[in-house]
DNA sequence: CTGTGACCTGACGTATACGTCAAGCACGGT
DNA sequence: ACCGTGCTTGACGTATACGTCAGGTCACAG
């Protein structure tokens, strides 16, 4: 079962990161993350994650993890995968973050500006789907006498 | 310009409609609704409405024009095509709407509880992008002095 | 030697609401 | 006769974020 995450840690001389022990495979990445392995693949796919190999295994470090946490966080906050992606290729050629901080809030605004828009329409579109709800009732009351 | 429309007109020994003024083609019918053909072609193709022919050129009456008003109307309240289609069909097998009536306030309900959650979900996640906002200036602010 | 489990890489499928050609007919005007 | 216009019917393209195979490798258990 743990066999071949023995192996992958064995066979790691000096690998980069700090922590061993945090190292995992797909499948307890995925777990840990809830998010499927296909997940994991096409974010990788699109250049969010660069997970280690061993082998042709992937190895999600703790790096990773964390990176995958931002993704996360970023779709619940409704930015697109592509959006993401530039946050953190910016973070990651950005060292006193300035330049990300400065696009982070411009995102940041504009996607607040989308969803106070949203929230408008939202509630004009409530208002109205009320009042037919109203009519709706009625109609069927007058037929229920 | 507007030949083939007096052709169709001509042509029309006793449309079933009232009023042959109102007959429009896909034309005008797009142009008075505010979309494009290929949407009315569209929807045709999903059953939602059903032009006249004369030969093989669309003819929309006002029947068509009110039911594209509707359909509009339903996009605009966030229904799906399908589910519009379902209200329509309804409605016309339905002589005095009483099955409609109730299937539209079953559907109204479930539309308002999905917006009010919507809703709810656009506050937190404003709040959230609020916080973010403040951090990125915060951060910026350190950065500049 | 073969089965089993975890992993790998393509690559096509999904849903929605149309957009965008492509190819062709019928019409009146010149 | 030829042209431009408006209309017709397919049929493939678009965007998003993965889901869902298919087919193959690798290491170890039996």
Redesign the interface.
């Known amino acids: 079962m743990s066999e071949q995450r023995e192996r992958i840690s064995g066979e790691l001389p000096g690998f980069e990161d700090m922590q061993q022990g945090d190292l995992k495979s797909i499948a307890e990445a995925s777990e840990a993350l809830g998010v499927t392995q296909r997940t994991l693949r096409f974010y990788e796919d699109k250049g969010l994650i660069q997970p280690g190999r061993v082998g042709s295994m992937r190895v999600y470090s703790r790096r990773e993890m964390g990176r995958m946490q931002l993704i996360l966080r970023g779709k619940?906050?409704?930015f697109s995968i592509r959006e993401i992606g530039e946050f953190l290729s910016l973070y990651d050629h950005d060292p006193?973050?300035?330049v990300q901080?400065?696009r982070?809030?411009d995102a940041?605004?504009e996607?607040?500006a989308e969803?106070?828009h949203?929230?408008e329409a939202?509630?004009q579109?409530?208002s109205?789907?009320?009042s037919?709800?109203k009519m709706?009732?009625q109609?069927?009351a007058r037929?229920d006498k």
């Open positions: 619940r906050l409704g006193d973050q300035v901080a400065q982070m809030l940041t605004q996607r607040l969803l106070r949203q929230r939202i509630d579109t409530i109205e789907l009320e037919i709800e709706s009732r109609h069927l037929k």
